[in-house]
Nanobody, 121 residues
Framework: QLVESGGGSVQAGGSLRLSCAAS????????MGWFRQAPGKEREGVAV???????VYRDSGKGRFTISKDNAKNTLYLQMNSLKPEDSGMYYC??????????????????WGQGTQVTVS
């Protein structure tokens, strides 16, 4: 089970830190990622991190977003700085077996969290 938190409403240029708490040892043996879905749009990958710590970012978030994880706490994070209105959406975390690799595609991600809303105005 994955539970996201940390979303909210911020002004453009602000920052948010999202957290995703996993029940059990998920982060050390799986790829984990953050995905975003804006109203009327398809869900898209934002950032992913592999079991060994390798990271991949969507171009729009490079230099502004940082994905990290604390294996001891079974928690995934997404630090978002210099937020823009186009960053708004429901943010979900998800995990998939490490063998699939840290990429932004959404194949085989299971489980998913319930999402946390980010609104940038």
């Amino acid at each position: 089970q994955l539970v996201e938190s940390g979303g909210g409403s911020v002004q453009a240029g602000g920052s948010l830190r999202l957290s995703c708490a996993a029940s059990g040892d998920v982060s050390s043996t799986n790829c984990m990622g953050w995905f975003r879905q804006a109203p009327g749009k398809e869900r898209e990958g934002v950032a992913v991190i592999g079991s060994a710590g390798g990271t991949v970012y969507r171009d729009s978030g490079k230099g502004r977003f940082t994905i990290s994880k604390d294996n001891a706490k079974n928690t995934l994070y997404l630090q978002m700085n210099s937020l823009k209105p186009e960053d708004s959406g429901m943010y979900y975390c998800a995990a998939r077996p490490a063998a699939y690799g840290p990429r932004l595609d959404q194949y085989a991600y299971d489980p998913w969290g319930q999402g946390t809303q980010v609104t940038v105005s």
